[in-house]
């Protein structure tokens, strides 16, 4: 079982910059050249959403459009860790924020259904 822990978020001012980071533990009982980590969001009152995940085995990464050339995803060490670099907040980017894992062979998608593993969330407030 895999286990995620995120840090890094807090309140901030538009236009500023965060860092995620999640630190992945524990042993995984899935093949490792499937393995997929990615950052999810919930905004109050709305449902969960995908913004982005990297390919652990082959460092390839998939963005959610709206937030290409805003954030960036990095993993460190095959997935040891993983990390989401916010540009250029904005108050509607005020959610929390999760990492989840997975190794299902759609995770490019986003879908969360396809994310069996989350960790607790970290907040991040942006505000004008």
């Known amino acids: 079982q895999v286990q995620l822990a995120e840090s890094g978020g807090g309140s901030v001012q538009a236009g500023e910059s965060l860092t995620l980071s999640c630190t992945a533990s524990?042993?995984?009982?899935?093949?490792?050249?499937?393995?997929?980590l990615a950052w999810f969001r919930q905004r109050p009152g709305q449902e969960r959403e995908g913004l982005a995940t990297?390919?652990?085995?082959?460092?390839?990464?998939y963005y959610k459009d709206s937030v290409k050339g805003r954030f960036t995803i990095s993993q460190y060490n095959r997935g040891d860790s993983v990390y989401l670099q916010m540009n250029d907040l904005k108050p509607e980017d005020t959610a929390m924020y999760y990492c989840?894992?997975?190794?299902?062979?759609?995770?490019?998608?986003?879908?969360?259904?396809?994310?069996?593993?989350w960790g607790r969330g970290t907040q991040v407030t942006v505000s004008t």
């Open positions: 524990g042993s995984i009982s899935y093949p490792y050249n499937r393995k997929y």
């Open positions: 989840a894992a997975t190794t299902d062979y759609l995770a490019a998608n986003l879908d969360p259904e396809r994310y069996p593993h």
């Open positions: 990297v390919w652990i085995r082959q460092d390839d990464k």
